[in-house]
């Protein structure tokens, strides 16, 4: 059974098919937010609602753009408004929040690299949020310019400068 | 070969090509223009770094049970939100309900002929002496409705009108 068969039975009311349609997506959505909030707790919390939202939103969904995207645009609402609540009570977090250890490199490179990764999701995490969520819907996931710009909210070329202008600066601050 | 223009391209498909989905073509391309552009080779290393960093990994238990729990959220925001819509529309009909008593009760709409047929059911009743006392208080009150005469009534009507308000 495809996707849109899949998506067709979840409007209808069926579970088991919204629940395939879950599975299908889970990790996607659960590593955007994780990548945005650097917090597995409340990046399962986030992905949790934002499949509660499109099972209420399927009525609306008219298939224009494709259904993962259509997800990353919600995550993406989802995420900025915990990341605002969180910036409000002060609690900005100033490490990614994960463990990056490597059992396989020895100690000193194993903590060199570490280091690396946590200043790089730091550095990601300090961009503008266009340029930050053009970056990381490109490098991680590998949208095209005209997907990024749906979820992101602008223009395809818009999307496209955002994109460059992160790129540029995370080279200034990481190389 | 490097050209803002060509930089803009590399920059463009070292995503894709760091993580070795691009066609052979574009695969010599990206490799040759690393060869002679420093400046697109620190940008590779950015952004492999950033293709590189893991993400935080989720609590095992929560993340086995995330499909079910997803249904079972779903599943329970439908049930409260049914309950809510029953809600709203006994709200808005008892609301509908007020305007158009209320609409009725203000535009006077059958208040008189019932009120007149109410008192002309009681008149029967009444006994005269006390149905003269009372009707002259209501009239004294503006109660009476308009149009209602008990001058035509008996003495034995007017009692038992007077008997039977009393009681009410």
């Known amino acids: 059974m495809d996707e849109n068969e899949l998506i067709e039975l979840a409007r209808e009311g069926d579970r088991a098919a919204f629940g395939k349609l879950v599975r299908l997506h889970r990790d996607a959505v659960y590593r955007f937010a994780a990548r945005w909030l650097a917090d597995p707790d409340q990046a399962l919390d986030v992905a949790q609602d934002v499949f509660v939202r499109a099972f209420d939103g399927l009525k609306s969904y008219r298939g224009d753009s494709r259904f993962r995207t259509w997800l990353f645009s919600i995550t993406l609402n989802a995420a900025r408004s915990v990341a605002r609540r969180q910036k409000r009570r002060g609690e900005i977090r100033l490490d990614t929040g994960a463990d990056f250890a490597d059992m396989r490199t020895p100690p000193d490179a194993k903590a060199a690299r570490a280091d690396a990764y946590a200043r790089a999701a730091q550095e990601l995490a300090t961009l503008p949020e266009k340029q930050r969520g053009a970056v990381t819907l490109r490098i991680y996931e590998g949208l095209s310019f005209k997907e990024i710009g749906e979820i992101i909210g602008c223009s395809e070329g818009s999307a496209r400068v955002n994109y460059h202008h992160g790129i540029q600066k995370l080279r200034e601050t990481l190389t | ?168």
């Open chain 2, 1 to 168: 070969m490097t050209s803002p223009e060509v930089c803009t391209r590399i920059g463009e498909l070292l995503p894709e090509f760091l993580a070795g989905r691009v066609s052979e073509d574009d695969d010599r391309l990206v490799r040759e223009h690393l060869r002679s552009c420093a400046e697109c080779r620190n940008r590779a290393n950015a952004v492999s770094l950033l293709q590189q960093t893991p993400i935080p990994s989720p609590d095992p238990s929560r993340w086995d049970d995330f499909v079910e729990g997803v249904v079972e959220a779903t599943d329970e925001k439908r049930h409260k939100s049914g309950w809510r819509r029953v809600g709203w529309a006994l709200a808005v009909a008892a609301a509908a309900a007020i305007v158009v008593l209320s609409w009725v009760r203000i535009a006077g709409i059958g208040e008189a002929e019932n009120d007149l047929d109410w008192l002309a059911r009681q008149v029967a009743e009444l006994p005269a002496a006390e149905a003269a006392a009372w009707t002259a208080g209501w009239s004294a009150a503006g109660f009476m409705p308009a149009g209602f005469d008990t001058a035509g009534l008996s003495e034995e009507e007017l009692q038992r009108l007077g008997k039977e308000v009393g009681r009410t």
